[in-house]
């Protein structure tokens, strides 16, 4: 008799047992095949843990790029802002210069009064809208009271009654109040 001993591996050729479960052979494979298949499930897992922390950060990473992103525009929305309002006061002197002005045939005065609407004009371009508020209800939102009249005949109780400066909106917020006399 011979001491040759023959294992069958095709998966369709292993024995079942009575309840129909494949039975389990024992391993078959070397040693360091096992060994480096446990290494590599190891360094699976570790890849893993790092691609999870790779979209963390860089999800953190993004956020704040669109956080920066907003402040900048509001930083450079507010720079805006501050130099229109500083333009404003060369918009006034120029209706002070037009208001005393004696002669509005004088070519010189039609002059400023070209710039001043083309000045006009392009705040509106701007956005910047200029606010009339002459005859209308006091609103401490829109309007800034420097001086209460007693009330005209006729007018009614905290109603604008004159325009010391004209106020200005930017996309319906108040770029500068109106400075406006107020009935008592």
Known sequence: MSDLKVTDRRWWAQATSESGEVEEKPETRPSYVVELEQKLAAKDEEIQRLIAQYKSASSEFDDARARLRKE???????????????????????????????????????????????????????????LDPLGQPFDPAVHEA???????????????????????????DVLRPAAVAVSA
Do not use: M
């Open 72 to 130: 900048l525009s509001k930083d450079v929305e507010r720079g805006r802002r501050s130099l229109i309002v500083s333009f404003l006061e060369v918009l006034d002197n120029l209706d002070r210069a037009l208001d005393s002005a004696p002669n509005s045939a004088d070519p010189f005065v039609a002059g400023v009064s070209i710039v001043r609407q083309q000045f006009l004009t392009t705040l509106e371009s701007l956005g910047v809208k200029r």
């Open 146 to 172: 420097v001086s209460s009249v007693p009330a005209p005949a006729g007018v009614a109780p905290n109603t604008v009654v004159g325009v010391v400066r004209p106020g200005y909106l930017i996309a319906d």
